[in-house]
């Protein structure tokens, strides 16, 4: 069985920097893209970045420029480097890895930003 395990959120003030990563465990092959997205209260969750199998990545506009996402394949993680956090990046994140057949969810961390 595989399980998505998110670590690195917290509590930051604005201008702070955060590490988000995100491991699998159990049998997990050919992983496409690993992403990771969020939920903010009351709104629909949404993509903050993704970075496929040879490198290519895409960032939400409002990240750009502040986040990069990066990913060891020999470990099956993947992270997220947030920098000049906004209290707007709060929410709850959430990594994805599409495989072939699936695509699987982490159970989520939170990140809290104040100002």
């Known amino acids: 069985q595989v399980q998505l395990v998110e670590s690195g959120g917290g509590l930051v003030q604005a201008g702070g920097s955060l590490r988000l990563s995100c491991a699998a465990s159990?049998?997990?092959?050919?992983?496409?893209?690993m992403g990771w997205y969020r939920q903010a209260p009351g709104k629909q969750r949404e993509l903050v970045a993704a970075?496929?199998?040879?490198?290519?990545?895409n960032y939400a506009d409002s990240v750009k420029g502040r986040v990069t996402i990066s990913r060891d394949n020999g470990k099956n993680t993947v992270y997220l480097q947030m920098n000049s956090l906004k209290p707007e990046d709060t929410g709850v994140y959430y990594c994805?890895?599409?495989?072939?057949?699936?695509?699987?969810w982490g159970q989520g961390t939170q990140v809290t930003v104040s100002s």
């Open positions: 159990g049998s997990i092959f050919s992983i496409n893209t």
């Open positions: 994805n890895f599409v495989t072939r057949s699936y695509s699987y």
């Open positions: 970075i496929t199998s040879v490198g290519s990545t």
